[in-house]
């Protein structure tokens, strides 16, 4: 059982920017894939970035070029970097651990509000 530990998310104006943090309790290299989802109010819950055990990432197209996913294998931290950050990327943030179909956990989610 993976345990994810999300930090990071706050209120900020268009614009502006945070960096969400994501702790795996397991060694990272365990975790074919790890990423993170959001989820606004009303809507279904969307893939934003994820980075493979190889290190190649995928971005949904609304945020490439401003976030960034990258990880510290010695911390088993997964890091999503959000720049110019718009009212519409206002959402709950969930961290995600890929190992297999039966083994996908998901972190609390962490709230981020841009204010504009």
């Known amino acids: 059982q993976v345990q994810l530990v999300e930090s990071g998310g706050g209120l900020v104006q268009a614009g502006g920017s945070l960096r969400l943090s994501c702790a795996a309790s397991?060694?990272?290299?365990?975790?074919?894939?790890m990423g993170w989802y959001r989820q606004a109010p009303g809507k279904q819950r969307e893939f934003v970035a994820t980075m493979a055990i190889g290190g190649t990432t995928n971005y949904v197209d609304s945020v490439k070029d401003r976030f960034t996913i990258s990880r510290d294998n010695a911390k088993n931290t997964v890091y999503l970097q959000m720049n110019s950050l718009k009212p519409e990327d206002t959402a709950v943030y969930y961290c995600n651990a890929y190992q297999s179909p039966l083994h996908n956990y998901w972190g609390q989610g962490t709230q981020v509000t841009v204010s504009s």
């Open positions: 397991e060694n990272r290299f365990s975790i074919n894939r």
